[in-house]
Structure formats: C-alpha cells, structure tokens
C-alpha cells in the first residue's frame, strides 16, 4: 500500500482554515506533485521537508487534521497543527518551522544549524542573510534590501504600502521624528527608509468586526487572480491586439457595518497576448510590467453593499472601483488623461519613482525598449460563493492608456482601447488564505505559490472562464 500524506494548503500561512466536512483527508503522495528537497528553505516558507522522504510536505491544516494520530477518533485530540504544518503535542514547539522566510533564533548557531551555511545571522530573533549590497539579498526574497550599517537583509521601506507585499500583517515603522504622512509623499532620494515589521495584534481588520453578522464569515485575508482582457486598436505591425492581464493580489476583506470592504495590495502583472480567431498567429512583440510597477500601486478598495448568507451559491457584487494610473486628476473620472502632445502636463507624476514619467512598461520581441504610460481603468466583481474558501465569477471593467513618452521614441503611438468582446477571457478567483479570528502569516509570495506552483490549482491562469471548475480537496 502506498504511503499517504496531507494536501499543502498553503506555503506561508498554516494557522488556517477549517475543513468543514471531512477532517484530516488522506490522499496518494504521487498525485500531489511535491518538490524534493534536502532541508526546509528549499521548500519555501511555511512547509518542511520530509527527513526521510526528502520531499516538501505539509501534515495539517488545522488541529483538526491531525485526528489521525490518535487511536480513535473519540478520544480528545491532544495535537496542535504547527505553522510549518506538522502535527505537535499540545504546549509543545515546532523548533524547526520557517514562517514567512523567518526563522527564529537566540544566536548565529541556531541560523547555521537551519541554513547549514555561516550566511546568515541572528539579527532581531531572526535568522537573516549576510549581504554587501542589495542585490545580496535576492535569494532572500523581493522587498528585501541590505541594511547600510549591519549588512543583514532586512525588509526595507518607507510607507505601510512596502510592507503589505510581506502581508498584510506588517507595518513600516520609521526612524524617530519621521512623519509617515510627509514621508509618504516624498520625492525620489528625499524619503527616509524604516523597516517593515510585526504589527501588535496581527492583522488589523478595523473595529468593526462582529461574528453574529453574515459579513463576518467573509472577512479574512484572500489571494485574488483577477483577468482583465482588452483589444488594443492601432497598435504598430499588427493593427489590433488582444491582451489580458493576468494580476494576482493579496486581499484584506473587513466588516463596515453590514457592508464588505476589500483592500487590495498588488503582487504581480502579467500582460499575455492571444489570438482567438488565428491559430497560427505570432506573438511578435509583448510590454513586460516590472516589479516595481506593481509595488507602487496604492491600495484600491471595493465594497460589497448588500451581503448574503455564506452558503454556496450564494452571489453578490462590488462597486466599481476607479483608479488613475502615471497622473493625478482634479476630476479622475472625466478628465482627459495626459498624451505625449504635452509631455510637461504637470498632471504626469513618477509614479513608479524610477526616475521616468508615469508608470513604465518594457516592450520585449520585434519592437523593444521603455514605453511610459498614463492609464485610466475601472472592474466591478460578480461574485459566486464556491464554498466558503473559494469565490469565482465574471468582471465588468473597462480601460484607457495613452504612451506619453517612450525610449527610443519610435514606440510613441496612439491607441484606442476597448474590452474585449468574449466577457469569458475576464474573469476573476478568490482563495481564501487566513480566517479573521487566527493568526496570519500570508503575503504575496503565497498567492504566487498558488498561482504558479499548484498544479491545478484555484488561482492557476487558465485563458477562459469556467464556471464548472471545482476547487483541489484541501486546497
């Protein structure tokens, strides 16, 4: 017979979500589709690696899981599901657990016997990576830097916006005497820089939170993969060109009353070119949105103004949530956006705080340089409740661009731009990743492992809407 392990839920965040009708599921490991290993870190934050097996792996979910270590199902259950998903006795320590690429330590000692390198130190109860300069700390992870004086990897930033990319239970915390508003605001080279850390009671879900309310079983961190497809119009060698985002976000839902409110902090876009109607079409050319662009989008919010029971099949929608992108405009929703006509519009701002106007976008392929754009767009979320861990459903949106400056200049052009005829390529998925009520360790990096580690998973991309499509067991 072969061996049995418990399906990984997620990569940072163990401390979560209940199964509500089996308890401790076993399957077949083979059809998992774990990674080798030889220690933890190889394993990503928030699962270990089988000792013996030398495969990534996760045993529980919740306490509720680890009933199969008992001898009969009617006895109390005297384990606990550890961070790193292993089933512990109750009171004990899982010493070995990584949580959010953290792990903690009295000494270097304690970093040398995780890492098996003499890279990192214990900095703050925390192993972190020895460093000369930033691009040290890459294996680390995105939004870590090298402290100028210490020479560890830390989590650098200058605004609570540079933390929420770690989760949203971080904060930035500046040096004594900063002004977080001002700070906030600064020019390029003029903010000074703290660091992103805990916050005091986890995640802040606002003062509203009341569990006798059906807004409540909603509430909770989720990563979102929402799709928006649009047909780009005087585009230069092909005319036309249907392109949808593919943007992963990692998502705070509170209480406002009987109301819902969504944050949205942005981990990634992806921009994919397709063709529907021509099987033998080309991609010759593709604009690629850096890290730094999406880093740099504030945080957008929805709110759900009539809530329904949570049951599956239950349905509810958001507003419209508007948002100007590369410029500031008395009037967001009716102003004209800036154009390269007037690229001294002292509307167009540096958003992305590269140095360049607007936000900047690389174009790879036949046509290849740095467009910068000003972008105006809108989504609305129809939402069906899968169960109470899975949303998905159709998005209305809509979009306007204008390049106001590119390098070299000859990728300066004019556009139009509308949505794309099959509503089906826009489309959105929500996986629920921390319920309000436990602690929660999800960050960007977790929607990502979902998005493109899960093999079929709920956040996978996949080119067409498909309302059929059911949720991995224990995902």
């Known amino acids: 017979m072969k061996s049995v392990k418990f399906i990984p839920v997620i990569l940072l965040s163990i401390f979560i979500l209940s199964c509500e009708k089996k308890e401790g599921v076993e399957v077949y490991e083979d059809a998992l589709g774990y990674y080798e290993c030889s220690y933890d870190m190889e394993c990503g934050s928030g699962r270990y690696c089988d000792e013996e097996k030398h495969i990534c792996t996760i045993d529980c979910v919740t306490s509720k899981d680890c009933v199969f270590k008992l001898s009969s199902p009617d006895e109390e259950n005297t384990y606990d599901c550890s961070p790193c998903g292993r089933c512990i006795p109750k009171g004990t320590k899982d010493e070995r657990c990584v949580v959010i690429k953290d792990i903690r330590c009295s000494a270097d000692e304690d970093c040398y016997e995780a890492y098996k390198s003499t890279n990192y130190k214990c900095r703050k ?12 700390c890459k294996k680390s992870g995105r939004g870590f830097y090298c402290h100028q004086t210490e020479k560890l990897c830390y989590r650098r930033c200058f605004r609570d916006l540079d933390c929420y990319l770690h989760g949203w239970q971080y904060e930035c915390i500046l040096p004594e005497g900063v002004n977080k508003e001002e700070n906030e605001k600064a020019k390029v080279g003029e903010e000074k820089y703290g660091e992103c850390e805990l916050r005091a009671g986890g995640v802040d879900y606002g003062r509203d939170t ?4 059906p807004s409540y079983k909603y509430t909770g961190i989720w990563g979102f993969m929402m799709n928006t497809a649009v047909r780009t119009l005087h585009v230069p060698l092909v005319n036309s060109q249907d392109t949808v985002s593919n943007n992963y976000i990692l998502v705070k839902i509170v209480q406002k009353g009987e109301q819902l409110v969504f944050y949205e902090k942005w981990c990634s876009i992806d921009l994919r070119n397709f063709n529907d109607e021509n099987p033998n079409w080309q991609d010759l050319a593709r604009m690629i949105t850096p890290e730094q662009y999406s880093d740099n989008i504030p945080i957008n919010t929805h709110r759900v103004l009539v809530v329904p029971e949570m049951v599956p099949g239950a349905k509810m929608e958001t507003d419209i949530m508007l948002e100007v992108r590369g410029a500031i405009l008395e009037n967001p929703a009716t102003d004209p956006l800036p154009t390269h006509y007037n690229i001294n519009d002292p509307r167009i701002i540096d958003q992305d705080r590269d140095g360049k106007p607007g936000m900047t976008t690389f174009m790879l392929g036949v046509l290849t340089g740095e467009v910068y754009n000003v972008q105006r767009w809108w989504v609305k979320y129809y939402i069906n409740v899968v169960d109470a861990r899975h949303w998905q459903g159709l998005l209305d949106h809509g979009s306007e661009q204008n390049i106001i400056d590119a390098n070299p200049k000859s990728l300066i052009y004019d556009t139009e731009c ?8 826009s489309y959105f998925r929500a996986l629920k990743l921390c319920e309000p009520d436990q602690p929660c360790a999800a960050s960007c990096a977790d929607v990502l492992y979902h998005a493109k580690k899960v093999k079929g998973g709920w956040l996978e991309f996949e080119w067409l809407y498909d309302e059929n499509k059911k949720p991995l067991e224990n995902e």
């Open 418 to 425: 509308i949505k794309h005829p099959n509503q089906n390529h």
């Open 210 to 213: 009341n569990p006798s309310k």
């Open 125 to 136: 109860g925390y192993c972190a990576q020895v460093c000369q300069e930033d691009g040290d």
